[in-house]
């Protein structure tokens, strides 16, 4: 992983004072470095003035659909999750016999997150039919792979997916964890709708695609969603987090490294995806399992993705 990653973490107070920013923007201000490697990352570059080679970027097309297949499962969880909180928050004012003010809140975030997280899976599974339909016409295998058998980055990617979604997780980290790939990769791709056009007519089409307006708006959507759960304080959403390590954590926290985390784990899928390309015949050279360069997945003797720490 390249040096440079912000080092910065959230301080106390409200994100929105002064600068008029939603906590989530406060974050991408206080790192810049991870989110500038991952949204300016020279596989768009590559992308845009047709140097990717296409076998890799065969390959990056395969990761993606794998990438929003869990993508989409997350969202569904998601919506579960806040079903059931708002399910308990109704039943707690029936018992009560009247409407407390807290219920009415909690059920009130809930219906309006679920209905942007429903926006976001309805554009996901478009995404991936697509993605799909383009594969198929390439020839491109999408055979189920193994953990082991996943490139590093893509092993990070849908592991911080996976965790942020599971069981104990707080509703939070899902609703987290879907915006920032889905923010970061658009606006990515956005960028490259502006100056010398690409004249790789896959990777045009590519561009094109990622960039339609429905793909930010989405992606903007759901980081208002996500603030209004950021500033809550009712516990079903900002409640403490028991992390990995089994300690108690605060939300704010714990949701901030989270983010960085993701950031780090798309970085290293576009960086993996650059490298493959630029080595050329040479390119099993770049160990799919490590991530390292200058041995091949046949004698790696890497035992095991490395842990994230969130």
């Known amino acids: 992983m390249a040096d440079g990653s912000s080092k910065s973490s959230p301080q106390g107070g409200s994100y929105a004072d002064g600068a008029g920013l939603g ?7 206080d790192s810049h470095n991870d989110w500038t490697r991952v949204t300016v990352s020279s596989f768009y570059g590559e992308v845009k003035m047709s140097t990717m080679r296409e ?18 499962s997350a969202c569904q969880t998601i919506d579960q999750k806040l079903a059931s909180i708002a399910a308990a928050a109704a039943s707690s004012r029936l018992v009560g016999g009247t409407s407390h003010g807290k219920d009415a809140r909690t059920i009130s975030l809930s219906v309006k997150s679920r209905e942007v997280v ?9 995404d991936l039919l697509w993605l799909q339909a383009k594969a198929k016409a390439l020839n491109l295998s999408l055979s189920v792979r193994s953990p082991d058998e996943v490139s590093y980055g893509v092993y990070m990617i849908t592991s911080c997916i996976d965790r942020a979604v599971n069981q104990v997780a ?7 964890a879907v915006w920032t790939f889905m923010i970061a990769a658009t606006v990515g791709w956005g960028a490259l709708k502006s100056g010398i056009k690409c004249n790789h007519p896959l990777y045009r089409e590519f561009i094109e695609f990622f960039s339609r307006d429905e793909e930010i708006a989405a992606a903007l959507e759901l980081q208002d969603s996500l603030d209004a ?10 409640g403490p987090v028991i992390g990995p390590d089994e300690k108690i954590h605060g939300a704010r926290e714990f949701s901030y490294e989270l983010f960085l985390e993701m950031l780090r784990a798309i970085y290293a899928h ?16 770049v160990c799919n399992k490590c991530g390292r360069h200058g041995h091949n997945v046949r004698i790696c003797t890497f035992k095991g993705h490395t842990s994230l720490t969130f």
């Open 23 to 29: 906590l989530t923007g406060q974050w991408i201000l």
């Open 55 to 72: 076998p890799f970027f065969h390959a990056w097309i395969a990761d993606r659909v794998m990438i929003n297949e869990k993508l989409l």
């Open 118 to 126: 429903g926006t976001c899976s309805d554009l996901l599974r478009r």
């Open 170 to 176: 707080n509703v939070v980290c899902g609703v987290l």
């Open 229 to 238: 759960l950021l500033q809550s304080s009712e516990d079903e959403y900002m």
């Open 270 to 285: 576009l960086q993996h995806i650059v490298h493959k390309s630029a080595a050329g015949d040479k390119a099993d050279l």
